[in-house]
């Protein structure tokens, strides 16, 4: 389970990029995000990073009743932790996602005061509540909320409350999914595939269910999006013993050009992927 469910931490530098797009609602030069969205140096992003975070934090405090704000608080702080902090800086990582989980109740809840409760509905009911939140407007506080508590729960898989809340985050992806199934080129369904594949079948996984996430995903995303053919191997092809199609994916992404504009950042993370996945392939089929 740990292992499986620390390939969630791949799916929050999406997030980022899907929240950096935004960057104007923050009050921040569009070509500061731009900067950011279109590098292909991973480094100098991770080095620079820190001193964006603390801006925001900044920013929110300034700004108590800016929703979008928070929203971008949580998004940053919840893709840093995910995919720059070290995986055996257990506790940093855990309140950096904890962090970014707060904020992303709080800019929803500052957004609409119904979804104030959110937190304290009972996982049974929460996919009903969540149906009143389906207009276009909802969706950047959807997926906001449902990626970072899917990283919080990445962050805390030892933590078995923390692991038993990941259908509640499920849930709020699905909502956004009805809204916009191709939202932030195929992100979301990603997401969902990546959900429905932590289990194999013997334990109750649902790979079938995954498969047609991961696949309407590659649709929105119409190549432009290299992640989902990243996560597609990791997660399905290697849960079902495929090496053909774990093969056939991670060669797509790495002949395909990762210079996509507002999407080059990740392009260029999913492809080294790519290679360490495709390296390691031999020894694991």
């Not at 405090?61 to 608080?73: D, H, L, N, Q, V």
């Not at 919840?78 to 962090?99: H, I, L, P, S």
């Not at 507002?262 to 495709?278: D, K, P, V």
Request: with cysteine.
């Amino acid at each position: 389970m740990r292992n499986r469910m620390s390939r969630l931490r791949l799916l929050v530098v999406s997030s980022m990029v899907a929240l950096l797009s935004g960057c104007a609602a923050m009050q921040l030069p569009d070509n500061l995000s731009g900067a950011i969205l279109d590098s292909d140096d991973l480094q100098t992003v991770e080095d620079g990073l820190p001193s964006y975070l603390l801006m925001i934090d900044a920013l929110v405090e300034t700004y108590p009743k800016s929703e979008e704000m928070k929203r971008t608080a949580a998004t940053l702080n919840g893709a840093y932790a995910g995919v720059f902090v070290d995986v055996e800086a257990v506790e940093r990582r855990q309140n950096m996602t904890a962090k970014a989980l707060n904020y992303a109740f709080d800019a929803f809840c500052t957004y609409d005061k119904d979804a104030c409760e959110l937190r304290d509905v009972p996982p049974d009911e929460l996919a009903s509540v969540l149906s009143q939140w389906d207009g276009e407007d909802d969706l950047p506080y959807l997926y906001t909320l449902g990626t970072t508590w899917a990283g919080y729960i990445q962050a805390h898989s030892d933590d078995w409350l923390a692991v038993a809340e990941l259908g509640q985050a499920q849930s709020v992806l699905e909502q956004a999914v009805s809204i916009e199934p191709g939202y932030e080129k195929g992100t979301v369904l990603l997401y969902l595939g990546v959900m429905n594949s932590i289990l194999p079948p013997s334990l109750g996984g649902k790979p079938d269910v995954a498969q047609d996430y991961f696949e309407r995903a590659l649709t929105a995303a119409d190549g432009d999006n290299l992640i989902i053919q990243v996560y597609y191997a990791s997660q399905y092809a290697r849960l079902l013993f495929d090496r053909e199609l774990h093969d056939r994916l991670l060669q797509e992404a790495l002949s395909s050009d990762p210079y996509v504009e507002g999407l080059t950042l990740q392009n260029i993370y999913a492809q080294q992927e790519a290679a360490r996945l495709l390296a390691s392939a031999d020894d694991y089929f």
